[in-house]
């Protein structure tokens, strides 16, 4: 999704742009997410910057797009289950506020007039007007076409060409070298991978999530729906298995139910306890899930770094070399901003956003 995105805004900058993947598109973690387009889940600062001017730019591809895409503006309903975490998370949207973020505080049988199937009992949650959702391989694949780039699947890209002075001028595939004067990296989960083809060290690292597909069914969940967990859940570094009932309706019927996160490298093995677990946390905020069959689950890898924080912009170590990687599970949304930068970048334009905070040799100079 990130790279279809700096194909997209890279083209409608006047550049000339091949797209190179090793599988077709969406076939790695893109696939595997459910098109969460949030800023609900954003504290004040430059993740929530990229997520504010994101949103706007998704904004605007919908009108292009529209339904072609499943884009559906319906906001997000965050909840907490006690009276304090109700203070925290309203504390917690106190600083979303006065960020620019709109956020609505939800109390009482106000929760559920927005959510009549939650379940009962619940002290209130903060409504999120901005939080919106794609189809990602959806979203991909007409960002691609709309970009006019020409695709090459299939090629695994094996080295970083560069000049004697250490410069890029391309890559090599395992179907041949490809000349250019900028590479950008969007290999998202497998970014650490291409940038060490290109002799830099980049910390990206497989975080692990499973989601579960239910049957489709009549629209019950109106909006994104999570636990206020799921926030901490997504500033924690642990390795350790973390769950947290994120659910959401789609366009097509099917109700998507997350969210796991766990760091055990690029295990495949499918993982009975984890999917249980989201069950028994879902049935409990949707207690009429309980009665709904799940059709499948699957599996995808979120590209984690250290500080939470994508690497965009270009590398100051390899001359041509930008970076677009290490969006972690806000690839999905980030992409429409983060393409947008890096085509600033790429034409020698300045920045809409300050590049700073995500520079992608910034871990290098914290060892130094």
């Known amino acids: 999704m990130v790279g279809a ?3 997209l805004y890279a083209a409608r900058a006047g550049l000339d742009v091949i797209l190179v993947d090793r599988g077709p598109v969406a076939g790695g973690t893109t696939g ?21 001017l994101s949103g706007r730019l998704w904004g605007e591809l919908a009108r292009e797009f529209g339904t072609a895409v499943e884009y559906e503006a319906k906001g997000g309903v965050v909840v907490a289950s006690s009276p304090d975490g109700l203070a925290a998370l309203e504390r917690f949207a106190d600083g979303q506020r006065a960020a ?4 609505e505080p939800v109390a009482g049988d106000a929760l559920y007039a927005l959510e009549p199937h939650l379940a ?11 939080d919106c959702q794609v189809m990602p391989a959806l979203a991909a694949a007409h960002l691609v ?30 179907r041949g070298d490809i000349h250019a004067p900028a ?14 083809l290109a002799g830099v060290p980049l910390p990206v690292l497989p975080r692990r999530g499973y989601v579960l597909v239910t049957e489709p069914l009549p629209r019950k969940v109106r909006h ?29 019927g099917p ?65 041509g070399l930008h970076h677009a990687c290490g969006h972690e599970g806000a690839g999905i949304g980030l992409a429409t901003g983060t393409g947008h930068l890096i085509a600033q970048a790429l034409t020698a334009k300045t920045p809409d956003l300050d590049l700073t905070p995500f520079r992608p040799d910034r871990f290098a100079q914290e060892a130094a």
């Open 183 to 196: 590479v950008v990296n969007a290999a998202g989960t497998w970014g650490g991978e291409l940038a060490a």
């Open 100 to 103: 620019g973020v709109v956020a």
């Open 32 to 52: 595997a997410g459910e098109g969460n387009l949030l800023v609900s889940d954003k504290e004040p600062g430059p993740e929530l910057d990229l997520a504010l």
């Open 120 to 130: 009962p009992g619940l002290p209130g949650g903060v409504h999120y007007p901005q």
């Open 255 to 319: 109700i998507l139910i997350g969210a796991s996160r766990e760091r055990v490298g690029f295990d495949r093995t499918f993982s009975l306890p984890v999917v249980r677990a989201l069950a028994a946390g879902t049935t409990r905020l949707f207690p009429f899930l309980a009665d709904v069959h799940a059709m499948r689950a699957y599996l995808g890898f979120r590209p984690y770094m250290p500080d939470h924080l994508p690497a965009i912009g270009p590398d100051p170590r390899v001359p």
């Open 145 to 174: 076409r709309g970009s006019g780039a020409r695709l090459f699947t299939g090629r695994t890209v094996t080295d970083v060409l560069r000049t004697p002075d250490g410069a890029v001028r391309g890559v090599r595939t395992d």
């Open 224 to 252: 994104k729906v999570y636990a206020a967990d799921y926030v901490a859940d997504v500033a924690s570094d642990s390795a350790a298995l973390q769950t947290s009932p994120v659910v959401e309706g789609t366009a097509a």
């Open 5 to 7: 995105a700096c194909a």
